[in-house]
């Protein structure tokens, strides 16, 4: 029997759980929280932290895995990395690649290096040294953590007198205390979430989406939805995937899923924002696989033991589809009770409703993805249909707490 170790314990990756086991895989799960909710589905628990490589890579060897992965766990990338290449497994990239991609400010350099449209950035590890550089920036600018997903630790200062609460937040959010300062760039329509599939170095399936983000959150910067088909200009679309394809080639990409963010700026250039090899939070992978009808989590485990692919085709996606994270409102706290969602929105366009937290949880503030009570997918006949409905969640949707 092969034996997959998966990174991380989230809700997120119960789906690649039961893939593996629907093909007879025996499922390890790694984290250091013995309580998370896919050690309760996994045939086996390390508790072994994700940041840890060596630690990792000592379980590794001893149960003998076949392969390791990811999946929507942004902090293991790069152990999964490091694990694959020292046990000549199959992984999206080389170690060398994955520690480029996961580093903001390294990523940037690179996009700057070799010619991608990228905005002005600059990675720190000193919190006087960014001062140094006021007039480096097209102000307002983004700080962020070099090292983290989902938004967290992400702040826009106006000017260099917003400058010190920022990067001390970026820090707090930082696994190495890296943060990186880039300039603050103004959408052209909405920017895109996406999990393409690469085959030898090819993209075989890749989508663009629509993320929105909640204005009134804690944290406005935290996706809270995502739309598919995207409302993006075709020629834009293609200027991105020849991008990102060249992208692929210099980072010498092999197989397997990738997680994605690009966008258009007002400047009328379209940017490489984020790409990372795993699966991308929010169930993103699920909901294409839904709308679009092709196998992406199976196809992933299958790379990840050395089982043959099944064919990835592109379809037309089938309706307008929505995935929306649940999550409270600026102002709410408490602890979580329950999610009351309308029946007729339920029975009439509702796809799949998942509820992470569980009763008693206390809710935080919505200031990262880490701070999602659940996601709902939603299909839609038109996106005329999609706008109206999901512009009035706030009637449809609430969510429950106790003081």
């Given at each position: 029997m092969k034996k997959l170790?998966?990174?991380?314990?989230?809700?997120?990756?119960?789906?690649?759980?039961?893939?593996?086991?629907?093909?007879?895989?025996?499922?390890?799960?790694?984290?250091?929280?013995?309580n998370n909710i896919a050690h309760k589905y996994s045939d086996g628990y390390c508790n072994v932290s994700v940041v840890n490589q060596e630690k990792v890579l000592e379980k590794a060897i001893e149960l003998k895995i076949d392969g390791i992965m990811s999946f929507a766990c942004d902090p293991g990338v790069t152990t999964a990395a490091y694990v694959a290449e020292r046990m000549g497994l199959a992984f999206q990239c080389s170690y060398e690649s994955a520690v480029i991609l996961q580093d903001k400010g390294k990523f940037r350099k690179f996009l700057d290096d070799h010619g991608f449209n990228c905005p002005h950035a600059k990675r720190y590890t000193d919190k006087k040294k960014p001062f140094d550089d006021i007039d480096f920036f097209d102000w307002p600018v983004i700080v962020k953590p070099v090292d983290s997903a989902g938004s967290k630790g992400v702040t826009k200062a106006e000017s260099a007198a917003d400058l010190s609460a920022a990067i001390d937040l970026a820090i707090s959010k930082s696994l190495g205390g890296a943060f990186i300062i880039e300039d603050f760039l103004t959408f052209e329509g909405f920017h895109s979430s996406t999990d393409p599939f690469v085959i030898d170095g090819e993209i075989k399936f890749n989508t663009y989406s629509d993320q929105?983000?909640?204005?009134?959150?804690?944290?406005?910067?935290?996706?809270?939805?995502?739309?598919?088909?995207?409302?993006?200009?075709?020629?834009?679309?293609?200027?991105?995937?020849?991008?990102?394809?060249?992208?692929?080639?210099?980072?010498?990409?092999?197989?397997?899923?990738?997680?994605?963010?690009?966008?258009?700026?007002?400047?009328?250039?379209?940017?490489?924002?984020?790409?990372?090899?795993?699966?991308?939070?929010?169930?993103?992978?699920e909901l294409q696989e839904m709308a679009y009808g092709i196998t992406l989590i199976e196809n992933e485990v299958r790379k990840a033991v050395n089982l043959p692919l099944k064919e990835i085709m592109k379809k037309n996606i089938d309706g307008h589809w929505c995935e929306m994270v649940i999550h409270a409102h600026s102002g709410q706290h408490g602890r979580f009770k329950n999610i009351e969602l309308d029946k007729q929105i339920q029975d009439k366009y509702v796809r799949l409703l998942g509820i992470s937290a569980k009763g008693g949880d206390i809710v935080k503030p919505f200031t990262g993805a880490d701070m999602s009570l659940g996601d709902i997918f939603l299909k839609f006949d038109s996106r005329c249909e999609l706008d109206d409905v999901m512009s009035k969640s706030g009637e449809w949707l609430s969510v429950e707490l106790e003081s």
């Open positions: 170790m998966l990174l991380g314990g989230a809700q997120y990756l119960l789906p690649v759980i039961k893939a593996a086991h629907d093909l007879g895989i025996y499922v390890i799960t790694c984290d250091y929280l013995p929105l983000f909640d204005a009134g959150a804690e944290n406005p910067y935290t996706p809270s939805m995502i739309i598919w088909p995207t409302t993006m200009q075709k020629d834009y679309q293609d200027i991105l995937s020849s991008e990102i394809q060249r992208l692929m080639d210099l980072l010498h990409i092999r197989t397997g899923i990738f997680n994605i963010e690009s966008c258009v700026g007002r400047n009328g250039k379209p940017y490489i924002m984020e790409v990372s090899p795993r699966g991308g939070g929010c169930r993103i992978a």
